[in-house]
Nanobody
Framework: QVHLVESGGGLVQTGGSLRLSCAGS????????MGWYRQTPGKRREFVAR???????YYDESVRGRFTISRDTAKTTVLLQMSSLKPEDTAVYYC????????WGPGTQVTVSS
């Protein structure tokens, strides 16, 4: 079964912005620390950002100051606002809970052209 579904990716130029969404049940998104990850071909999935159940956010050095993670008031969506995008941000982006992650969703492709 699908627990989480990512969306919002696309093709943008360097310096552009995108807003990614991760949709799921409140029992997952509202009750757990949630994270965004990304993966490129031939490389392992890497951490991007996380948000605690209380709203505390932490970012990987590579995106700090450019990305913002948040949770909607219904606690059914985790958002990732991406700005000042760089070609090295190109990847498939995934979301999951940090503790005992569920099956990975389809991900959403982000491509940044130069």
């Amino acid at each position: 079964q699908v627990h989480l579904v990512e969306s919002g990716g696309g093709l943008v130029q360097t310096g552009g912005s995108l807003r990614l969404s991760c949709a799921g049940s409140r029992s997952i998104i509202g009750d757990n620390d949630m994270g965004w990850y990304r993966q490129t071909p031939g490389k392992r999935r890497e951490f991007v950002a996380r948000i605690s159940s209380s709203g505390f956010a932490y970012y990987d050095e590579s995106v700090r100051g450019r990305f913002t993670i948040s949770r909607d008031t219904a606690k059914t969506t985790v958002l990732l606002q991406m700005s000042s995008l760089k070609p090295e941000d190109t990847a498939v982006y995934y979301c999951n809970k940090l503790s005992d992650p569920v099956a990975w969703g389809p991900g959403t492709q982000v491509t940044v052209s130069s």
